[in-house]
């Protein structure tokens, strides 16, 4: 059975950092994309971050562009999201999405809030 697993999420002041992470059980990051996604209370769920498998291309969206940094570690199994000088308007329900040959596999999500 197939788990992804996201943590790192919390309550933090305006300007603060985060990282979240990504693991994924019962199969390999090897080979498979991961993508971050986030929706806030009464919006639509938007993608933040894009890896390619091999890692040699990422994709951000303007509003993430120069704050965001998206990796991964084939040996752990685990992906991160790393944001940077944080604002309320990040305040949302992260998601992980990793896309392997054989299927799609989404987290629960986790909760990231961002006060003024």
């Known amino acids: 059975q197939v788990q992804v697993i996201e943590s790192g999420g919390g309550q933090v002041q305006a300007g603060e950092s985060l990282t979240l992470s990504c693991t994924i059980s019962g199969r390999t990051f090897s080979g498979s994309s991961v993508a971050w996604f986030r929706q806030a209370p009464g919006k639509e769920r938007e993608r933040v971050a894009f890896?390619?498998?091999?890692?040699?291309?990422?994709y951000f969206p303007d509003s993430a562009k120069g704050r965001f940094t998206i990796s991964k570690d084939n040996a752990k199994n685990t992906g991160y999201l790393q944001i940077n000088d944080l604002s309320p308007e990040d305040t949302a329900v992260y998601y992980c999405?990793?896309?392997?040959?054989?299927?799609?596999?989404w987290g629960q999500g986790t909760q990231v809030t961002v006060s003024s």
């Open positions: 999405n990793v896309n392997s040959p054989i299927g799609s596999y």
């Open positions: 890896l390619s498998w091999s890692g040699g291309a990422t």
